[in-house]
Structures are given as structure tokens and as C-alpha cells.
Nanobody
Framework: QVQLAESGGGLVQTGGSLRLSCTASGLRFSAYTLAWFRQAPGKEREFVAHIRYNDDTVYYADSVRGRFTISRDNAQDTVYLQMEDLKAEDTAVYYC??????????????????WGKGTLVTVSS
């Protein structure tokens, strides 16, 4: 049974930092491209970042580029999202997701094979 478990969410002030983690089990982690999505209250889920399985190339949404960093540790079956200079508009439930063998630059939400349950990030102004 495949599971993705996010952690690290919480309440932080504007300008603060958080690091989210997502640990996978039940899959061959190194063969999956990993992504972070988020869903703000009253809005649709949106792409945040992804890291390719084959070469660790990373991609970011324009809204987070330069502030967020995605990384992975295949030995720990974990993907991270380091978030800096947080803004109120970053408040959302953050989800990690896995897509087997994806090598593109734009990763559709519908492509994802597995999803975590999400972790809430609240940025207070």
C-alpha cells in the first residue's frame, strides 16, 4: 500500500520560514517525480513545484520561485519543500504527490499517481 505522509505545516508570521517534508512508503521512490501542490481556502488546487526523478531538475510556480526550494532524499524516501519569506497568500493546505517516470517540465495535476493527505500552512500578517 502506497502512502505519502506530509509534515511540517503550522502557523508562521509573514516573512517567516517553514520546511515541509513528505515521506513515502510502498513505492520505488527513486522512480517517481515528486511534486508539491497547494489549495488555499475557497480556491482550486494549484501547482507549487516539482523535482524530476531522473535528473533532479526542479520547476516552480511563478508565485513561489526564488522563495521556495524543493529537494529530495532518495535514501530517506522523502521530498522537502523549504519555504522562505512566507506571505499571507501562501496560506493553504500543501499536498505532496508522486508521478511515476515523469520527465516533462509542466506536470498536470491529473497525471499524479499518488497523493498525500496534506498539511496546513497558515501565514499570519
Amino acid at each position: 500500500q502506497v502512502q505519502l505522509a506530509e509534515s511540517g505545516g503550522g502557523l508562521v508570521q509573514t516573512g517567516g520560514s517553514l520546511r515541509l517534508s513528505c515521506t513515502a512508503s510502498g513505492l520505488r521512490f527513486s522512480a517517481y517525480t515528486l511534486a508539491w501542490f497547494r489549495q488555499a481556502p475557497g480556491k482550486e488546487r494549484e501547482f507549487v513545484a516539482h523535482i524530476r526523478y531522473n535528473d533532479d531538475t526542479v520547476y516552480y510556480a511563478d508565485s513561489v520561485r526564488g522563495r521556495f526550494t524543493i529537494s529530495r532524499d532518495n535514501a530517506q524516501d522523502t521530498v522537502y519543500l523549504q519555504m522562505e519569506d512566507l506571505k499571507a497568500e501562501d496560506t493553504a493546505v500543501y499536498y505532496c504527490a508522486a508521478d511515476w517516470g515523469f520527465t516533462g517540465s509542466t506536470i498536470p495535476e491529473d497525471n499524479m499517481d499518488y497523493w498525500g493527505k496534506g498539511t496546513l500552512v497558515t501565514v499570519s500578517s
